[in-house]
């Protein structure tokens, strides 16, 4: 009940911001956290639908996680990989790099 909730107040910011300033440009970013798999994509699909997501923010890609939702946000949703947590600070947010994730990607698979 309570993610329908979230899903319905978000909706309505969508609405009124569209109302009130339909002129203005706005990005919608979904945070996810690059360990949380299948979850993620759930979270991504449910979020996309109340809130019309534009790009994806990958975080704690510096703890070992290899980031396979990206591939999975991006082929079911379409959504664009924006940036990537590489740290704990704002600073430490990197613009995604789709050609040295794959690389990234493929020598991990290729070193075990």
Avoid: H, Y
């Avoid at 909706?11 to 300033?21: N, P, T």
């Avoid at 947590?85 to 794959?102: H, Q, T, Y």
């Amino acid at each position: 009940m309570l993610f329908r909730s979230l899903m319905d107040e978000l909706s309505k910011i969508r609405r009124v911001i569209a109302r009130l300033a339909p002129e203005a440009t706005v990005e919608v970013l979904l945070v996810v956290d690059a360990t949380a798999g299948q979850n993620g994509l759930a979270q991504a699909r449910g979020f996309d639908a109340a809130a019309g997501v534009d790009g994806v923010i990958l975080t704690k890609m510096d703890a070992g996680a290899r980031g396979g939702i990206a591939v999975a946000i991006r082929r079911e949703l379409g959504l664009p990989i924006r940036w990537l947590g590489v740290g704990e600070g704002s600073a430490d947010l990197v613009p995604f790099d789709a050609e040295a994730f794959v690389d990234g990607l493929l020598r991990l698979d290729s070193e075990r």
